[in-house]
């Protein structure tokens, strides 16, 4: 493998697609991905994201909820949470991809480099690290809590919400860019919803490389990539946008 | 967006985890992804890979498949096919994005950077594209010529057929590495396949950069990326796997 | 059980339903089920329906058919065709319920009461018995011939053949009431469908009680059971489903 | 529609395969279906079973539940339960069949003959309805609580689960015989689980009719009718199943 990639240069298409892309607040939802302790409470994280990503997506993922809920868009949450099987142990551990990882190496070389993690012990019912993070859930917000694997719409009735709301545009946040957010970008792309992935509110445990792949991906092949500012733009609603955007992080 | 990125180096993760894996021939089928000549022949490609990838595509892919099939291994060719839906035109062009991007841009700024194409004309029931590479099929194979987005499994009889087989182990290979090998891996995961991915053997329309970062996303995150001498290797053949070696390209 | 069972009478809730069934026509399409030769032409049908359903249903289909082109409706066959897999015999033969049924009863004691019926030789890929009924069968109609089980949305990519065509209202006929056309309209109504089944164009190989009971089961828990004549009154076109009509069989 | 049906004699068919019919305690989970008091307490029922058919259920399930959890059997509830959207109303109410049916019909003469029953007001998010009945729950359990529509696998977890416990054969009870536990087992006949389903503890609140027809279906053309002394034979603990005998209902 190649120490380093050079990043072929898009913006003329990634431009001309952002002139295209119209937001009504009516048909678009915020789906939140895994914005839970387990990924984001550095006291009781599993599968910590790094310190400094987590305190940038909280900060700025609030910012884009606090303006979404305020401009009627609803909001919902989607969270891994494992049962645990008499015998077996976490719903996770019958992967064969996982279960290679636990048998192969140690707790500090698994999918989350420089940081220790683990998959068997990972949001368990119950277990402190499948809370959503405070400052992210607001009363009327919806909750759907059985995700199992990387892709949100997998074992869940996050279409048939989608559906009964009748949202058209997907507007997803959280966590990881290059696994749950793909993933869930790719299948609401095979759905044929509008996918728009907020960059200020996503990032990726298993390494800078893959957060940036993650976003070139959707933004070259299925999506619009766009910032916070972007999205308050886009939803047309200046003033409510312009008092939110000060507690943006840098 | 950078205009370079380092890849973080997970030499330790990949090695312990091939260290892992096993594959047993009647447990593990291939699947080919789009490898037919709307990406791989220049003369009618709508979506072309480069020519270069498509050359070195081909001789790699049927390597394995010649290989894969003195094994005992199912192949299985999973082909996008598009209707012509009487005053809409291609199913494609029902998405979202593909519809922006044909409002947007030109032939030369779509989704093939430096190269001219179309997902309005692109695999239309009955036109050329829709072939299969001719030296990639062999009779006994079994085709799915439904497929309608990135992923292999929807709207198809994919895990209805891997499952009748008995299959455990899914091995990819076909275009594009970073749209629809890494969301059929994605999914193929999601439903505990064990996922193995033949580097020689994938291809991106889109940029190397995102061919190889496809191929980061998938051994750091949900799988396996092996060269086809580590195919052969694995599956434990080493008669037949040399004499085919030497028919691979460098 | 009992020899024979009454009929709740639910005839105030069908006509108060009745009054409520609007049926657009851009937004509604046919779906035929299994209406191939394997169960319909008595000369290679596998599994035969009655003879004399199998005479009354072709005919009604035809006119309802017919009527719906003219109309602009779409029309979408659905068929079951099954591989033939070395080693297994027919994909169908994985079926638990239908090996057990082949171990222990004779051909004449199997699905269809008084005749002789096959699930391991019926509808093989490349067999008389996949060919759709020919008279029912017009250029532009849809066909979708992966139908592995009794769902005609399962592992088919019927869903997304009728969201591409804009398609609210999914009018059913074919066989087996009671099977394939009771499951096909059990998912379309929990994908939100409004599910129209034709009476006179449906019939059951498994005896006249079942196909009394997949009418009954629709009308009074989830869809509209409606004749051909109360078809053509909803449409709104009496002038051509007046010219129709006399070519219905009693 | 006729007054009565006769029904079909198919005693010899479906003894031949009672015959061939295998049950490995390891291999085989019971799934409850909509066991709740929304259907089966009539102080908060907001959809009845007859009330005689609720109590003869418990009882019987009771009895089947306590058999299977001391044979190491996996127990797992699937229950419909209804978010309320904000200028909607119930989940429920985007179903066009549903929503025809409450703008024609009083609740009297709704799906339930002979008592009043709502689909608006069923089974919302935290009302007592979606209270599992307390008898037949026990810690070790599990519980599917996002069923939404008639179909236990539709927008939830149960196929994971399912295989993530290794289950091959799949005992359905529940209510209501000819909707949900008709859906639910054709959906797992598709998947080729074996489906039984236990004939002493399933009931319909839409007519006795209805109830015997759906048995009648499920036995003559997906999987297995049985008795609890049936159930218990095949399990192959005669001890306990006779211990447990003298609760059932007569």
């Given amino acids: 493998m190649p120490a380093s990639i050079n990043i072929v240069d ?32 550095m006291d009781v994280a599993t599968m910590p994201a790094k310190p400094e990503d987590a305190k940038r997506v909280i900060v700025n993922a609030r910012a884009a909820l606090d303006f979404a809920r305020a401009q009627g868009m609803a909001v919902i949450h989607v969270i891994l949470v494992y049962r645990r099987i008499p015998g077996l142990g976490s719903e996770g551990m019958v992967s ?19 940081r220790k993690s683990t ?25 759907i809590d059985n995700k199992k694997r990387l892709d949100c719409f997998y074992g ?24 749950c957010v793909l993933n869930t970008s790719f299948t609401a792309f095979n759905f044929d919803y509008r996918v728009v992935v907020l960059s200020d509110c996503v990032a990726s445990m298993y390494g800078d490389d893959l957060h940036v792949l993650g976003l070139q991906n959707i933004a070259r092949c299925l999506g619009w990539v766009i910032s916070n500012e972007q999205f ?14 000060p507690t943006q992080a840098a």
Avoid: C
Wanted: aromatic letters at 6%.
């Fill in 10 to 41: 898009r913006s003329s298409l990634t431009q001309g697609l952002y002139k295209e892309l119209v937001l009504d607040p009516k048909q678009t939802a915020i789906v939140t991905i895994d914005m839970h302790r387990g990924h984001l409470d």
């Fill in 96 to 114: 064969p991809f996982w279960k290679a990882m636990h048998a192969a190496l140690g707790e500090e070389d698994r999918l989350t480099p420089g």
């Fill in 119 to 143: 998959v068997s012990e990972h949001n368990i019912e119950g277990s402190p690290g499948t809370e959503i993070i405070p400052e992210l859930y607001r009363p009327g917000d919806y909750v």
């Fill in 156 to 179: 869940t009735d996050l279409r048939f919400l989608l559906d009964t709301l009748g949202v058209k545009n997907v507007v997803l946040m959280g966590i990881n860019t290059n696994t």
């Fill in 232 to 245: 308050f733009e886009k939803i047309g609603a200046d003033r409510q946008g312009r008092a939110i955007l």
